[in-house]
């Protein structure tokens, strides 16, 4: 039991020796140097790897923080926050700042890709046989389930058949226009989006 204990006593002491923290307080190391690594160390300056530096809004949610992306030869290569931002003063939540990864991902589809009913695989199809598509069953539906007065003779022009379900990324103004567009337009009753969910 003793020589249980001696260990780990050893095992602490020796951690409480190597640890940065105590030598600093003691004033053996200033600047920190243990605590660097051979990343830290061959890190370089974004500005001397990119050409040109954009700004951009973080796409996840209706926050809006500000980003900077740093490009090399047309390519993002890094992003970080916007210091200038007066929403986000340069800092980016885990998702914003792994915004690179969403953009440059091998498995991102960047095409529209479409299953017909009963098949087992999908098909790329033109962006505009997409939309077009959409159109007509959205209307087609609307069409097929749009009540103008109920039983009673109550005027409701509205639809239960279609609805919609906005996403946390969309800002005040895009929410304004799809309730426009959907309830007052489209006659759509269930409206809802993923923030109060």
């Not at 140097?33 to 990343?39: D, F, H, I, M, R």
């Amino acid at each position: 039991m003793t020589k249980i204990r001696r260990s780990v006593t050893d095992r602490v002491a020796g951690f409480v020796r190597d640890w940065t923290l105590p030598r600093q307080m003691r004033g053996e190391d200033v600047m920190a140097e243990a605590a660097k690594s051979t990343l830290s160390k061959n890190l370089r300056p974004r500005l001397e790897q990119a050409d040109r530096v954009g700004t951009s809004i973080c796409p996840f949610c209706a926050v809006g923080c500000a980003q900077l992306v740093y490009a090399k030869n047309g390519k993002p290569i890094h992003i970080e926050g916007d210091p200038r931002s007066p929403v986000n003063q340069g800092t980016l939540c885990p998702k914003g700042a792994g915004t690179l990864g969403m953009m440059l991902s091998p498995a991102r589809i960047n095409q529209v890709l479409y299953r017909a009913p009963h098949s087992d695989h999908w098909e790329p199809r033109p962006l505009e046989w997409a939309m077009d598509r959409i159109a007509e069953r959205v209307k087609q539906t609307r069409d097929e389930t749009f009540v103008e007065t109920l039983a009673d003779g109550t005027l409701v022009n509205h639809t239960l058949g279609i609805g919609s379900l906005g996403g946390a990324t969309l800002d005040n103004e895009e929410n304004y226009l799809m309730k426009k567009l959907f309830g007052g337009g489209l006659g759509m009753v269930n409206i809802e989006n993923q923030a109060r969910i």
